[in-house]
């Protein structure tokens, strides 16, 4: 049986973050919406046409989002609420961008929906809102209508949707309380009308997503998906697709269902291929998601080869990735600052297809060329694993010497905050911020001058030091007790410490959707990581000297520039996190032996590493906690560590 490949989705911001620019001139007035849209048009077919070229099969439509995939379905459902709706009860785009952000070209300005974490991604959705005795049609027709853009351009299509149950699980109920679920009954006739709309345009496959599956849900959810699939069963052939992490903890449920194929991530997940083909109606595609759609690294297609091969004869097979491309950057030939070396360890979105084609290539036709093929394109991954700039004998060593008293203080807390008390002699309420002050656009514009070489150093820093002299000042006028120096030098809270450690490389164009219109630009973790010299000293010595009152040591933590960089593939998490710890633990010596005796130690990602299942949250806090306190616990008694924490669920993490 012949192999074909698909991707679960593509990135949508463009190259050069053209929907971006265009999103955001369109909100200040300065181009039409019809402008707009046609940005959105040549985006999409410029990105079929990308992946086409690259050797995809089967190409996803629906994954397009004006600005979040999970509010596009809200819309297509017609749940819109009702301060957001339009007095005609029409939904338009401005429907949309009024969820999304409060306000829109059009119609009244009202609070946004909430935004959160997509599973355990830096991506952010905006979460449904359902109230009790609500009712659902079909609204929104972006789907189908992008469907016909696809069909029209001639391309073999797979249109995306994200699935009932897990729409339901993502949401959250507004007003008087009440169970969501019930609510499936009544939108599964819109999802009906849909799957009918495709199979009427000639679709044979739809990709529904549901990655609640691979959580632990409560059984009535679980109980939710057989009624559901039987209703939804019929008229187009259904991939239940799955990501993020493995499903054999729900496959009885899974395989009970009506559908025609199954997708799982196979690269985050540590499900056994054999038994899920062994376990799986016979008639069941099985797609395996074998190209990480989350990270930059290259493909080993030869490895992916030998789990692949010997099914393909026992049943029909699909190759994906693991799950949409959303979260890699787009081409990595447009970075042209990489040295060759490390360039060749990475595949970024448009790269990734063309693993997938080289390694489809290869299961459906195995001779001795193509074979050697995936051979060659996975040398860079054998040279990776003896690269200097991958490994660092001093780091792996201090690494192996870490004992439990290394992450434990002194002294009791009790007598730690004796000695604090002593040195500070704080108020017993003592104000201070979080450490940030507003970025404007002369402290931006001064560090882009410098950074490109119209500023010298000396005038950088004469600036710079500027800017902190204002902020001192500002604080002490306010009465605040405990100070910060503003980090006007800092870009960003993880980028600005990668910079300064060995181990971290950045990209020109590695940008990824956050949420919205905001994209980011995560550094990448390419090697054991170490400090070449002190980070933060200079700023914070200086800003102390202007003031009598304690100034605070500003340090992001390890779990958070862990989550929020790109990570190694060759090592654990908590190798990566315990590395970075031991670096800004030398940054804790010497902001002490500068004088500094407040450090905060930023970790607003901490509860965000959480892993999707709760029972394996206790593995990860344990080392997520203990590279915290590997940070902090240098520190001496009479100095204090802060942390903060945001936009989290603290209950979660607390104990």
């Not at 996803?60 to 819309?75: C, I, K, Q, R």
């Not at 008087?176 to 345009?201: C, G, N, S, W």
């Not at 956050?514 to 990581?529: A, E, L, N, T, W």
């Not at 790109?566 to 990566?576: A, G, M, S």
Request: with cysteine; net charge negative; hydrophobic share 40%.
């Amino acid at each position: 049986m012949s192999v074909i490949n698909h991707t679960l989705g593509f990135p949508r911001v463009g190259l050069r973050r053209e929907l971006k620019k265009a999103q955001e001139s369109y909100w200040a007035g300065n181009i039409s919406q019809d402008e707009l849209l046609a940005v959105g048009k040549e985006l999409r077919a410029r990105h079929w046409q990308q992946q086409q070229d690259a050797g995809v099969d089967l190409l996803p439509v629906g994954d397009f989002a004006w600005y979040d995939h999970v509010l596009t379905t809200s819309l297509l459902l017609g749940n819109v609420p009702a301060r957001h709706q339009n007095a005609d009860g029409s939904i338009d785009l401005d429907t949309l961008f009024r969820i999304g952000r409060g306000r829109a070209p059009t119609g009244e300005p009202a609070a946004a929906a909430e935004m959160t974490k997509w599973f355990n991604t830096n991506y952010h959705y905006m979460v449904p809102e359902f109230t009790q005795g609500q009712s659902f049609s079909l609204g929104w027709q972006q789907l189908l209508e992008e469907v016909d853009e696809a069909l029209a351009l001639g391309h073999n299509v797979k249109p995306v949707l994200l699935g009932p149950v897990t729409y339901l699980w993502l949401g959250k109920v507004k007003g008087a309380q009440f169970d969501r679920l019930e609510l499936l009954k009544d939108i599964l006739p819109v999802y009906q009308q849909v799957l009918k709309a495709l199979a009427e345009r000639g679709i044979e496959w739809v990709q529904i997503d549901e990655p609640a599956l691979v959580l632990e849900l409560p059984q009535e959810w679980l109980d939710a998906y057989q009624p559901a699939y039987q209703a939804l069963a019929g008229q187009v052939k259904l991939l239940l697709t799955t990501y993020f992490e493995g499903i054999s903890h729900n496959l009885d449920t899974i395989r009970a269902l009506p559908v025609q194929g199954l997708h799982v991530d196979a690269v985050h997940g540590n499900d056994d291929l054999s038994a899920l083909h062994n376990a799986l109606p016979q008639e069941w595609v099985l797609s395996i998601g074998a190209i990480n759609g989350r990270n930059v690294w290259r493909a080993d297609v030869g490895q992916w080869f030998e789990r692949i091969q010997p099914l393909v004869s026992q049943r029909q097979i699909w190759i994906g990735s693991s799950c949409s491309l959303l979260h890699s950057p787009i081409d990595l030939n447009v970075e042209t600052r990489l040295d060759a070396e490390v360039k060749s360890w990475f595949a970024f979105a448009l790269q990734k297809c063309a693993e997938l084609a080289l390694l489809t290539k290869a299961v459906n036709d195995p001779t001795a060329e193509n074979l050697q093929s995936l051979t060659d394109y996975s040398a860079p991954i054998r040279a990776r694993r003896r690269s200097t700039r991958v490994h660092n004998a001093q780091v792996e060593k201090r690494l192996a010497a870490i004992t439990t008293r290394d992450s434990a203080r002194n002294q009791p807390y009790e007598e730690r905050a004796k000695a604090q008390r002593a040195r500070f002699n704080l108020p017993a309420w003592p104000t201070t911020t979080i450490g940030s002050f507003p970025q404007t656009t002369e402290i931006r514009g001064l560090r882009l001058d410098f950074k490109q070489g119209r500023v010298d150093g000396n005038n950088y820093r004469t600036g710079i030091s500027e800017h902190i002299k204002q902020a001192i000042t500002e604080q002490e006028r306010l009465g605040l007790d405990v100070l910060v120096h503003g980090e006007a030098e800092r870009n960003d809270m993880v980028e600005y410490f990668g910079e300064h450690l060995d181990g971290f490389v950045f990209t020109q164009n590695g940008w990824v959707q956050s949420y919205g219109s905001r994209c980011v630009k995560p550094p990448v973790i390419i090697g054991d990581i170490s400090r070449p010299e002190a980070i933060t000293v200079e700023w914070a010595k200086y800003a102390q000297s202007l003031t009598d009152k304690p100034v605070k040591g500003m340090l992001t933590g390890p779990v958070t520039i862990l989550c929020w960089s790109f990570p190694r593939e060759d090592v654990t998490r908590e190798i990566i996190a315990k590395q970075i710890a031991l670096a800004l633990r030398d940054e804790v010596e010497d902001l002490e032996k500068a004088g500094i005796g407040i450090i905060q130690i930023d970790e607003p990602a901490l509860r965000e590493g959480l892993p999707l299942r709760r029972s394996d949250w206790q593995a990860y806090l344990e080392w997520a906690v203990d590279a915290f306190r590997l940070n902090a616990a240098v520190a001496q008694d009479d100095t204090q560590i802060h942390t903060h924490m945001c936009y989290c669920e603290f209950n979660d993490i607390m104990d």
